[in-house]
């Protein structure tokens, strides 16, 4: 079955240490990216992979990190939570880039740092 | 920071009746808009994707158009159904960035 698997799906931690979640999927999709759902701001793009080792930030990257290595894997993580940094994340991927194919999204990662 | 503008926020639909709501983003600059439909407690998924002003799409009873000179498209959704109760987004794509809207929250009661 064709899917991005986001893990865990639900994280609480506290502030200053450090996290990573994983994102992975299996249809050999060149573009990857990171949102953030927060009530009443929408999904905001954190970082964006159009293909392997290529990387870019989003609108609202600071205090997070991405990497690509593999094609089929994009994590996130977080060097040093903060409070602000409670919220609800998706990872989604597709073919062709952002601009003329549509997102697959994970399940989400509701993360609560306190 | 690109600004994308969905509205209404919210509305209330009868079961049977029709509506439509907007999303307003930068007419420069454009590479694609989309409308994903996002259900409480799941992911969102892809309604549709276009590219061309002039676009229309549909599926369903869900249909959509776009114009990239002025920069808004229309959802609409004909007949709506309680299944059609859901958060629309939509989110214009410029060059790798893809910038959601707030949504539009569709609540149809029967």
Redesign the interface.
């Known amino acids: 079955e064709a899917q991005v698997t986001q893990n865990p799906r639900y994280l609480i931690t506290v502030t200053g240490k450090k996290l990573t979640v994983t994102c992975s999927q299996n249809m050999n999709h060149e573009y990857m990216s990171w949102y953030r759902q927060d009530p009443g701001l929408g999904l905001r793009q954190i970082y964006y992979s159009m293909n392997v080792e290529v990387t870019d930030k989003g609108d609202v990257p600071e205090g997070y990190k991405v990497s690509r290595k593999e094609k089929r894997n994009f994590p996130l993580i977080l060097e040093s939570p903060s409070p602000n940094q409670t919220s609800l994340y998706f990872c989604a991927s597709s073919s062709g880039g952002s601009y003329n194919s549509p997102l697959h999204f994970g399940n989400g990662t509701r993360l609560t740092v306190t | 920071?690109l600004n994308v503008e969905q509205s209404p926020q919210s509305l209330h639909v009868q079961e049977g009746d029709s509506t439509n709501f907007t999303c307003s983003f930068p007419s420069s600059n454009f590479?694609?808009l989309?409308w994903?439909r996002w259900e409480t407690a799941k992911?969102?998924?892809?309604l549709f994707?276009m590219?061309l002003n002039g676009d229309e799409k549909k599926k369903g009873r869900i249909s959509a158009t776009l114009n990239t000179k002025e920069g808004y498209s229309y959802l609409y959704i004909k007949g709506s159904q309680p299944e059609d109760s859901a958060t629309y987004?939509c989110?214009f794509?410029?060059?790798?960035?893809?910038?959601?809207?707030?949504?539009t929250q569709v609540v149809v009661t029967p």
């Not at chain 2, 992911?43 to 892809?46: C, K, L, M, Q, V």
């Not at chain 2, 794509?93 to 949504?103: E, R, T």
């Open positions: 920071i590479y694609a989309h994903y992911s969102p998924e892809a994707v590219t987004l989110a794509g410029s060059w790798g960035k893809l910038q959601f809207g707030a949504g």
